[in-house]
Nanobody, 115 residues
Framework: QVQLVESGGGLVQPGGSLRLSCAASGSIFSINFMGWYRQAPGKQRELTAVISSGGSTNYADSVKGRFTISRDNAKNTVYLQMNSLKPEDTGVYHC?????????WGQGTQVTVSS
């Protein structure tokens, strides 16, 4: 079994920054993908950023140049540094881990960008 625990969300003004963390525990395989997905109110969950265990990354067009995903494989932890935040970045950010053909989700952390 795999557990994912997110932290770091909160309320921030437009133009501000936040750093999200997601720690994975349990049966973690060395080759996997970890990522962040945002679910805005009334909308479907959508990819924000993903990183492979080898360090390859992919971002949604809306966050390129503002968000940076990184990971610490020794700690099974993935991070999302969010800069120049906009109101449209508001939502619940869920961590996801993909390994051996299965996907695991965290409970999510709320990010609200508002003045």
């Amino acid at each position: 079994q795999v557990q994912l625990v997110e932290s770091g969300g909160g309320l921030v003004q437009p133009g501000g920054s936040l750093r999200l963390s997601c720690a994975a525990s349990g049966s973690i395989f060395s080759i996997n993908f970890m990522g962040w997905y945002r679910q805005a109110p009334g909308k479907q969950r959508e990819l924000t950023a993903v990183i492979s265990s080898g360090g390859s990354t992919n971002y949604a067009d809306s966050v390129k140049g503002r968000f940076t995903i990184s990971r610490d494989n020794a700690k099974n932890t993935v991070y999302l540094q969010m800069n120049s935040l906009k109101p449209e970045d508001t939502g619940v950010y869920h961590c996801r881990l993909d390994q051996l053909g299965r996907a695991y989700w965290g409970q999510g952390t709320q990010v609200t960008v508002s003045s």
